[in-house]
Nanobody, 121 residues
Framework: VQLQASGGGLVQAGGSMRLSCVAS???????MAWFRQAPGKERQIISTITWSLGNTYYADSVKDRFTISRDEAKRTIYLQMNSLKPEDTAVYFC????????????????WGQGTQVTVSS
């Protein structure tokens, strides 16, 4: 499975941005997720979604501001980020799992490259 993330960039605080992640390859996966890693910090999971039912999970830090969605036909997931804050600045990674996860217990089997999101104050 190959994952290609895109959509990062620079945005002012309070603004919005949408990230995309396209999955390709023959191996099927059951769940997808977005992680982020800020400078000097550990990578953290922020949201997950299952392909089949669209069950979702959000970390408290992004709940009510970020929305994860999927387009099964395009094998693409999205992360709509609203009301962005400077503390959202990080490299964002998408990941895929062969397991069914709609929680923080998501276990990644595949990683995409990161995309930088910078939120200026």
């Amino acid at each position: 499975v190959q994952l290609q993330a895109s959509g990062g960039g620079l945005v002012q605080a309070g603004g919005s941005m949408r990230l995309s992640c396209v999955a390709s390859g023959r191996t099927s996966t059951k769940s997808m997720a977005w992680f982020r890693q800020a400078p000097g910090k550990e990578r953290q999971i922020i949201s997950t979604i299952t392909w089949s039912l669209g069950n979702t999970y959000y970390a408290d830090s992004v709940k009510d501001r970020f929305t994860i969605s999927r387009d099964e036909a395009k094998r693409t997931i999205y992360l709509q980020m609203n009301s962005l804050k400077p503390e959202d600045t990080a490299v964002y990674f998408c990941a895929a799992s062969q397991g069914w996860y709609a929680s923080s217990r998501f276990q990644p089997d595949y990683w995409g490259q990161g995309t930088q999101v910078t939120v200026s104050s």
